[in-house]
């Protein structure tokens, strides 16, 4: 029997990257998945289709998680399609890099929105079924930057590092509903990314990674695999950095 079989996904931000190879690591163990996307439907659509093509049932929706009215349209459609969601992954996030002096109110709320907000709106929506049924799996994303500081990314970190309180919170009020909620940190990983958003070039090195190459979205779709399983059953509210020993924690 597959590690997921029987249980039903959603992961947010799920096009491309990180979410796309979650998705798919996911289906490979026979999960059945919610492909979500902001905007881009044909994207969404692929990755539903190469999930499906694994065996398992495969459904996508455009969603901005900033928008509450959005997430609860796209839980609605996910659980009268599948009846629950057994596993949400909150990967959907924006990372523009300005001096923080520049950063306008505008801005922040764009950030906290996504990367914040989006969080808490898609977890509210899913967590009481959750409850109910005795079972749930929830992981937020942070980042390395965020832990150690980065110059040009305040608002970023400061919205990603709310998710640790969230978290931790979360895992200690719902651990006895057998809802286990963790993080995952990435460090640099080889993704294609909006380099408007990288003025400095981005993560395109290796330089000062002990394991002396970057991080590959499977590194981390793994990651998620291994905590939603009942592999790691013993681990709730905790970070797990997938960096490569850039930095310790």
Known sequence: ????????????????????????????????????????QAEADSVAEEAHALGVKAMSILADVSDPQQVESMVSRAMEEFGKIDILINNAAIRPHMPFTEVSLEDWERVRGVILDGSVYCTRQVIPSMAEQGYGRVLFFTGDGSYTGGADRAHVSAAKMGLVGLARALATEFAPKNIRVNIVSPGKIDTSRDMAWYPEGGMSEATGIPLGRLGTVDDIASTCLFLVSDDCGFITGQTIHVNGGTTYH
């Open 1 to 40: 029997m597959k590690k997921l079989e029987g249980r039903v996904a959603l992961v947010t931000g799920a096009g491309r990257n990180i979410g796309r190879a979650t998705i798919l690591k996911l289906a490979s163990e026979g999960a059945d998945v919610i492909v979500n996307a902001r905007s881009n």
